[in-house]
């Protein structure tokens, strides 16, 4: 997906996009990866990240690390974060 195009879709959608990704920075998250990674406050990542999972379209693997339903990869703390392109 190209970047104009994900920066035009809603939070909540570029989160899900975010854990589904394939690429070396996508897949289960903290709440901190999600914050760097999409560039936004803690205080509305958790907001949004806790909606989705009350809403049953994510997962909650431990405290403060999701991942998108049926996704089997583990959290690695050390994997890489996006870089947006300028």
Known sequence: M????????????????????????????????????LQMSNR?????????????KIDRVSEGVYRVKGDVREYDPSKPHHKAQK
């Open 2 to 37: 190209s970047e104009i195009l994900f920066q035009t879709l809603g939070t909540s959608q570029r989160i899900l996009k975010l854990l589904e990704s394939e690429k070396e920075f996508g897949g289960p998250q903290s709440i901190k990866d999600v914050c760097q990674n």
């Open 44 to 56: 509305n990542a958790r907001s949004i990240l806790s909606r989705m999972y009350k809403k049953g």
